[in-house]
């Protein structure tokens, strides 16, 4: 029962502690948390205080907030897309892996609450997706052995306080309350070409994080802000099974046809990611904006799962690099009514061909973005979004690890091809003061 049993906690080790994403940011990551930033591609989303999103990126940016008490809500559309071009190949046989579309539209929804308390210190409530992936293959597809459905949702709950020293600078503290919840399907051999099995799990956990931040006015025309976001620790807890046990070899029954189960147990620990944006109002109608965000990626080495059952674990090499994101971005106030945006973003990935998997299928961005911000009344406006991400091509070479050697288990077979993706996506927030 080994086989079986390592391979379904990898997969859910995949699914649930990588929580990749194919076409929102780079890693397990998403950046759509405010569709006013998205319209800039995300340029001074930690120094640009347009609305209360800033919360998210810079807790410091609430306390140059204009108009006292606002709410911010909202929601960001990912639309379903990707393609493969591939095959699975084991015992010298190879079957067409090939499909598209396994990349599910997805709903990100947001919301703040930002009001001063006094002179100096502002408060703010939020609650954002961090991260998030929907990724389904065909029924029947090639490598089903290695993936068929991944579905991780994490919701972030945060406390934000604002203190002003002065008229140009501030701090901000956030204390977030995380939960995560995934679901993961797939095939998975029992005994490599003869018994087989459909194979899903579930499982959730709770940690706290915390981010902190500054922001500068150094000029009258000039920001600059600085946010740092913590590093999360999961402790991941799962039950998996596997029903339809069956043999793939006909007219041969299998051994026994029982559906199995057991626990999964998986600690992981999240990267910290630092953020360095820029401001410039350039005149009365013109702003431009810049960003910079590092992210920790290296502490992924290796993914190692545990279960009461001495027997189950497993392992699989990561070695994950650390990342830039890099922004640019402008806004331009047509009107007394309408504020126009536009954006790019290089994303880097912090996989390589050499480390890219089915659950993991991640690549280089580039960003294009575009925005509009609607004026309603004085005290009400509403931000529109668009962006079209494009991935750089990638290749795959994936097999499985023996836990024990560290090295390929050649009898669960290999899945080779190249990725390529292009999405688009539609946001739109409502802004309101009172």
């Given at each position: 029962m080994f086989p079986l049993n390592r391979k379904v906690v990898l997969a859910s080790a995949i699914a649930m502690a990588s929580q990749v994403s194919f076409v929102q940011a780079a890693g397990y990551g998403i950046n759509e948390q405010s569709a006013s930033y998205l319209g800039t591609g995300f340029a001074g989303r930690a120094s640009n205080a347009i609305d209360a999103s800033i919360s998210v990126t810079n807790p410091a940016g609430i306390s140059f907030l204009e108009g006292g008490r606002q709410i911010s809500v909202g929601a960001d559309v990912i639309l379903e897309g990707g393609s493969f071009d591939g095959e699975y190949t084991r015992a010298d046989n190879s079957v067409d892996a090939s499909t598209d579309d396994f990349q599910k539209t997805s709903f990100v929804p947001f919301g703040y609450f930002v009001m001063p308390m006094d002179e100096k210190w502002s408060f703010g409530l939020a609650g954002?997706?961090?991260?998030g992936i929907e990724l389904d293959y065909a029924n029947g597809w090639g490598g089903d052995y290695f993936a068929n459905k991944t579905s991780v949702k994490v919701i972030n709950l945060q406390g934000t306080l604002s203190y002003k020293?002065?008229?140009?600078?501030?701090?901000?503290?956030?204390?977030?309350?995380?939960?995560?919840?995934?679901?993961?399907?797939?095939?998975?051999?029992?005994?490599?070409?003869?018994?087989?099995?459909?194979?899903?799990i579930k499982g959730d956990d709770n940690t706290l994080g915390w981010n902190v931040g500054a922001i500068w006015n150094a000029t009258p025309s000039t920001t600059l802000g600085l946010a740092y976001h913590s590093q999360l620790e999961f402790k991941l807890k799962g039950d998996f099974d596997v029903e339809n046990i069956h043999s793939v070899i006909p007219n041969i029954p299998p051994i026994f046809t029982t559906p199995l189960s057991s626990d999964a147990n998986l600690?992981?620990?999240?990267?910290?990611?630092?953020?360095?944006?820029?401001?410039?109002?350039?005149?009365?109608?013109?702003v431009?904006?810049?960003?910079?965000?590092?992210?920790?990626?290296?502490?992924?080495?290796?993914?190692?799962?545990?279960s009461s059952n001495d027997?189950?674990?497993?392992?699989?090499?990561?070695?994950?690099?650390?990342?830039?994101?890099?922004?640019l971005g402008s806004s331009y106030q047509l009107n007394d009514q309408w504020l126009l945006r536009a954006g790019y973003m290089f994303d880097q990935s912090p996989v390589t061909s050499d480390t890219r998997t089915v659950r993991s299928p991640d690549a280089n961005r580039n960003w294009f973005t575009?925005?509009?911000?609607?004026?309603?009344?004085?005290?009400?406006?509403?931000?529109?979004?668009?962006?079209?991400?494009?991935?750089?091509?990638?290749?795959?070479n994936e097999p499985k690890y023996d836990k024990s050697t560290g090295q390929p288990d050649?009898?669960?077979?290999?899945?080779?091809?190249?990725?390529?993706?292009?999405?688009?996506?539609?946001?739109?927030?409502?802004?309101?003061?009172?």
């Open positions: 954002y997706a961090p991260y020293l002065s008229d140009d600078l501030a701090l901000g503290f956030g204390l977030i309350g995380s939960h995560v919840v995934g679901e993961l399907t797939q095939k998975t051999w029992l005994m490599p070409g003869y018994m087989a099995g459909d194979a899903s600690d992981i620990t999240m990267p910290e990611k630092l953020m360095l944006s820029a401001t410039h109002r350039l005149n009365g109608r013109w431009v904006m810049a960003d910079a965000t590092w992210t920790r990626w290296s502490r992924f080495e290796e993914f190692r799962v545990t027997q189950l674990g497993s392992y699989i090499p990561m070695n994950w690099k650390n990342t830039w994101a890099l922004s575009f925005g509009a911000n609607m004026k309603l009344a004085e005290n009400m406006n509403v931000d529109f979004a668009y962006a079209y991400v494009k991935l750089q091509d990638g290749s795959i050649d009898e669960h077979g290999v899945v080779t091809g190249e990725y390529s993706s292009g999405s688009h996506i539609f946001g739109a927030q409502f802004n309101y003061k009172f």
